[in-house]
Structure formats: structure tokens, C-alpha cells
């Protein structure tokens, strides 16, 4: 299957400082991908869908100036976590369609982030 | 709009089978199986199109009735590697033209024991 990647794989990080994930398609473009957060024995929430060339569309509740998403080419998405609180602690997972059309999502090996 | 997964846990022995079902109200446009193993991102295992389409291979198979309400996962002679937590992810229809977005259930813990 196609190979998404994730980097860093663990982050701790002080609570006040920005954090910064990265999400890579390694062997397909991706002109959409989305980011998820999953909380311990939770399902995983949509936070953003990462659009290229244009902005990210963010989910209801999903604070858009603390989590900035920019979709620098069609195989890079980042997540950025502004002023991160240990509340952001979580596990954040990205995903990128394969097809041009409706079909199979990739997952990433996802980003834990634990703010102290 | 979250789709209903049941049950929340199971606990298998080898070999025996199980059944994960994943519920909407409305008609969907797909649904898409994924499985997670603790500590790890979820793994994609199948996706269904169409209604009353059937597919996967004779160990792990999926089902999508006539009214592209509810899809139905199937395990059977269930192995060691086959506990995680599975979850289906669903697209509904109006999302947009190519948004893709999936809504995923709240997950079945499947625990297979020897």
C-alpha cells in the first residue's frame, strides 16, 4: 500500500512552546490530507482537512490560529501546535487519500505529544 | 455524523469467529474498515462502495447492505495478530466534491486469547 510518513514520532515538549508535525507521502501526491487527534481509548476526531494551495478547513471546535496547518507541496502537510498546554497532549495522526477520486486513506504512524 | 459501531469489546479465543457491526442513520457513500493496534496509527484493512457489495478474503471479509446503512466486519478463525481495535470510518454523501472525509466510529476492542 502507499507509504504516508509522520515526523517526529514522539514530542515533549514544555508547555508554552510550538510544536511542529510533519506529513509526508512518500511514493504518491496528496493534494488533500487530514489530521487527526486521538486521546487514549478514544476514536479518532478530524481536527483539519490540509488543502494544497489553499487554506486548511478546520472542524467546529478546532482552533485554526493554535493549530496551523500548511500544506507546502503536493507530498507535505504540516501541524504546528502554537503555545502548546498539557491539555494538546494527545496522539496526532495524519492521512492522505491515494486516489484522485473517493477511495482508500493512508495513515501515517502517528505523532504522540506529550506537553509537560 | 458518527457511525454506531457494536460491539464496544469482544474477547475471542483462537479460532473462534466474531462480527463487528458499523450502523448509520443516513445512507452512506462508503465505509472504510481499519484496524489499530495499541500505541500505533490504524491500518487500513478494506473499503466498500457499493450496495450489498461483499469483499475481503475468507479470514477477515466485509459486507455492505442494499441500503448503504450498515456494514458489517467479519473474523473468523480468529489468529493472535488479529486483536486491536477496529474502527469504521464513513463518508457520507454531501461532504463535497472530493472532500473524502471520514467519520470514524468509536471502535470495537477485539482481544483474542490463546
Known amino acids: 500500500g502507499a507509504v504516508v510518513s509522520q515526523h517526529p514520532s514522539w514530542v515533549i515538549c514544555k508547555s508554552g512552546t510550538s510544536v511542529k508535525i510533519e506529513c509526508r507521502s512518500l511514493?504518491?501526491?496528496?493534494?488533500?490530507m487530514f489530521w487527526y487527534r486521538q486521546f487514549p481509548k478514544q476514536s479518532l476526531m478530524l481536527m483539519a482537512t490540509?488543502?494544497?494551495?489553499?487554506?486548511?478547513?478546520?472542524e467546529q471546535g478546532v482552533e485554526k490560529d493554535k493549530f496551523l496547518i500548511n500544506h507546502a507541496s503536493l507530498t507535505l502537510s504540516t501541524l504546528t501546535v502554537t503555545s502548546a498546554h498539557p491539555e494538546d497532549s494527545s496522539f496526532y495522526i495524519c492521512?492522505?487519500?491515494?486516489?484522485?477520486?473517493?477511495?482508500?486513506?493512508?495513515f501515517g504512524p502517528g505523532t504522540r505529544l506529550l506537553v509537560l | 455524523q458518527q457511525p454506531v459501531q457494536s460491539p464496544q469489546a469482544v474477547i475471542l479465543r483462537e479460532g473462534e469467529d466474531a462480527v463487528i457491526n458499523c450502523s448509520s442513520s443516513?445512507?452512506?457513500?462508503?465505509v472504510h474498515w481499519y484496524r489499530q493496534k495499541h500505541g500505533e496509527a490504524p491500518v487500513f484493512l478494506m473499503i466498500?462502495?457499493?450496495?450489498?457489495e461483499q469483499k475481503g478474503h475468507e479470514k477477515i471479509s466485509a459486507s455492505f447492505n442494499e441500503k448503504k446503512q450498515q456494514s458489517s466486519l467479519y473474523l473468523t478463525a480468529s489468529q493472535l495478530s488479529y486483536s486491536g481495535t477496529y474502527f469504521c470510518?464513513?463518508?457520507?454523501f454531501g461532504s463535497g466534491a472530493g472532500s473524502y472525509q471520514l467519520t470514524f466510529g468509536k471502535g470495537t476492542k477485539l482481544s483474542v486469547i490463546p
Open positions: 492521512s492522505a487519500p491515494v486516489a484522485s477520486g473517493r477511495g482508500t486513506q493512508y
Open positions: 511514493d504518491f501526491q496528496a493534494t488533500t
Open positions: 490540509s488543502n494544497e494551495g489553499s487554506k486548511a478547513t478546520y
Open positions: 443516513k445512507a452512506l457513500y462508503s
Open positions: 466498500l462502495l457499493k450496495g450489498g
Open positions: 470510518g464513513t463518508e457520507g
